[in-house]
């Protein structure tokens, strides 16, 4: 097979992005055209009737395609509950860690997550980040070295990887912990919007490197009380208290994963204001890294379960 179309969708808790994809054998994917739709947690279990009529005019044009599904659809609260796969976890096993739904004559993959133990004694888990990483092992190839990802959002990943396989990670609530003070706490009055103050962000950063176990709780507080003493405008208090999220999710996570006598660089995947964001705080800890682009990663990962799909019907 020279050359073929197939859909591929990430669809997480908040948001559904679906592409229609060409595959041209030996060549990055092509995305013909795209569509979006609400999140898992905003579907009253709808999830055939909105995805069908996303994609009807495409099935339509090219009749039935395959299909492959990443993130929240294979939880609890998504259209089919698939099994987690244990790490450590090698690129084969995670594209071939899929369960296969038939319906309305179409045949739809759905990737299953990945759990893991973390040091603190507690079970830890991920979907949809497992695709993007099976996308950057893709691109980068494989050796024996160490490296650490971070995968912004709502729930941010921090991935260790050795050679070409996911050895752990950590969840860090950094994400939509800062939604919940944003909508409805009393430190934010005027949303960030694009107003994004590198200069507040990095204010926030530097409170948080100040910190000691346990004291993020109190320094969230300055949020407030610095717009009452006047040095902190309303419009610039999102950005501080991002920053000391952003600093503190750091410093944090790289403790649980990485061995503070030997950091390594880190490789960023997410949208580019969060990644930057990211970049601007590890580079104030004195940490390397590097934004990698998000859409591309994901289509990579894609494309690794794709051919691994055609190989498996061809044996």
């Given at each position: 097979m020279t050359e073929s179309i197939f859909i591929a969708g990430d669809w997480g808790n908040t948001n559904l992005r679906l592409y229609l994809c060409s595959y041209h054998q030996c060549e990055q994917l092509e995305i013909l055209a795209s569509q979006q739709g609400p999140g898992c947690i905003k579907i009253d279990n709808n999830f055939e009737e909105i995805f069908f009529d996303l994609v009807?005019?495409?099935l339509d044009q090219y009749g039935p395609v395959p299909v492959i599904l990443s993130g929240a659809i294979g939880s609890n609260i998504g259209w089919h509950n698939v099994p987690y796969l244990d790490c450590p976890a090698?690129?084969?096993?995670?594209?071939?860690?899929t369960t296969k739904l038939s319906i309305r004559g179409l045949d739809i993959w759905i990737l299953s997550g990945l759990k893991t133990q973390t040091v603190?004694?507690?079970p830890d888990i991920m979907r949809g980040e497992e695709l993007q990483l099976l996308g950057w092992i893709r691109a980068a190839g494989c050796d024996s070295t160490e490296q650490i990802l971070v995968l912004p959002g709502t729930h941010n990943k921090w991935v260790r990887v050795k050679g070409d396989k996911v050895e752990t990670f950590v969840t860090a609530f950094t994400g939509e912990l800062y939604s919940v003070l944003e909508k409805h706490s009393i430190l934010i009055t005027?949303?960030?919007d694009e107003n994004f103050s590198d200069e507040f962000f990095m204010q926030g950063v530097e409170l948080a490197k100040t910190l000691k176990a346990g004291q993020l709780?109190?320094?969230l507080f300055a949020t407030r009380s610095r717009q009452i003493e006047g040095d902190l405008a309303a419009e610039d208090a999102a950005s501080y208290l991002s920053g000391l999220l952003v600093a503190s999710d750091i410093i944090g996570s790289m403790s649980l994963l990485n061995r503070p006598d030997k950091p390594v660089p880190v490789v960023i995947i997410g949208n580019q204001m969060l990644s930057n964001a990211y970049q601007l705080a590890l580079g104030s800890l004195g940490i390397e890294s590097q934004i990698c682009?998000?859409?591309?990663?994901?289509?990579?990962g894609y494309q690794a379960v794709y051919e691994s799909l055609n190989r498996n019907r061809d044996q």
């Open positions: 009807s005019g495409w090698s690129p084969q096993q995670i594209s071939q860690g603190l004694g507690t005027q949303p960030m709780l109190n320094a682009d998000q859409t591309q990663i994901a289509l990579s």
